[in-house]
């Protein structure tokens, strides 16, 4: 099949319709059949596109599709057997779209992975959008995708929803397609494409630069070696005001004792001078009892001093202790309270998830001349459910449903 590049436009296609079409027999159908085409999704495919859509943080992205086409009975039938990844995309008018090299991409894979196929249609993933029709989508599709018979997947990865669109019968816009069928059998070039283009390892690759990164941050972190550490160390610097203090005494005890010994010697010399004069000998008993009792006064005050520095030295250090040791009490508290806080919203999300999931039986496409009535009858037996179904779609008035709405039928 050759596929050409128009300057135009833009646009690889594949004219003509393919002869070698042989339906798949292993099959699931997925919603209701349209009356004048069917579409084909090959199971890995289909597979690889929900992994696409979700790599790379639940971005934006599209892909095209590669396959074959045909009329069988009178109706279209397209099998979709390849899925390509659009590289080096564009915002356009805050839209995603293909550029020339994109294109010239997809047409090289197609010439490696899947030569002799068509290329059927194109994807769009929109996580957390659902799978509604962009107008944008719709004018990217006009442009570049003009055969009657090519498509567009949307794939809402989040809430796990898809939806074909289709040309509409006046071919003047695309309509969501009503269902369609995913099929199951070797495809060998799909699974050539995936080993080769694969998403897991691209993932991993971020896991261990993001579990290096938040080692580089642990590092940085003080561990409680390191508060141990700098308790050590604050300790230690009280220790050594202390040892200080003590040495700055003892200094002042020596320089008292000098002073002591000289009057000493100086009340000897006197003594000695007034051996004659016992007057004056008795005076100098007085002062010098005087002496000795100012310096033993003295002593007891640089002693009491001396006692109350280290008090207040070991006061100070435990002082110091009890505070790092609460802070640490505080910070482990405040870690386990966020941990238990984390685990509660974590289980209290993770059951709100199942909770929504196990209470949605189906979703139903609403089709020309359906009612409320007729779907609840459809599936539950009975038009009593009218009005779970209202409350689960948040509709008002039960007359008031549109052609192509997409209803959730919720269990009862």
Known sequence: MQYLFHDDNNLYSAAGE????????NIKQIGSIEGDIKIYVEDYVHTYLY??????GNKEKLAALAGKRAVIEGKEVIIISGAIQAKDTKQQKGAESFTEDTWRYINGQMEVYFKGLSLVGWVHTQPGFGTFLMAKDETFHRQYFKEPWQV???IDSLDKLDTFFIHNTEKTGLRPAKGYFIY??????????????????PRLEKQKENEKEEGEEKKKRPTPEQRMDAAKDIRRVLKKRAKEAEEENRSRLTMLAGVSSILCIACLFMGVSLLNNISRVRKLETEIVTVQNSYYAMAEQLEEAQTQ?????????????????????????????????????????????EEQQNSILAQYVVEAGDSLGYISSKFYGTSAGIKDIMA?????????IICGQTLIIPKR
């Open 309 to 353: 520095m280290v008090f207040a030295a070991q006061k100070a250090e435990q002082q110091q202790q009890e505070r790092l040791k609460k802070e640490a009490e505080e910070r482990a508290a405040q870690q386990k309270r966020e941990q238990e806080q984390k685990a509660a919203e974590e289980e209290a999300k993770r059951k709100a998830e």
């Open 184 to 201: 199951y059998e070797k495809n060998q070039e799909m699974q050539e494409y995936m080993l080769d283009n694969s998403l897991v390892r």
């Open 152 to 154: 567009l997947f949307v």
């Open 18 to 25: 393919q002869d070698d079409v042989t339906l798949p027999s």
């Open 51 to 56: 992994q696409y859509a979700r790599s790379g």
């Open 392 to 400: 689960a779609n948040g509709i008002n008035d039960r007359n008031k």
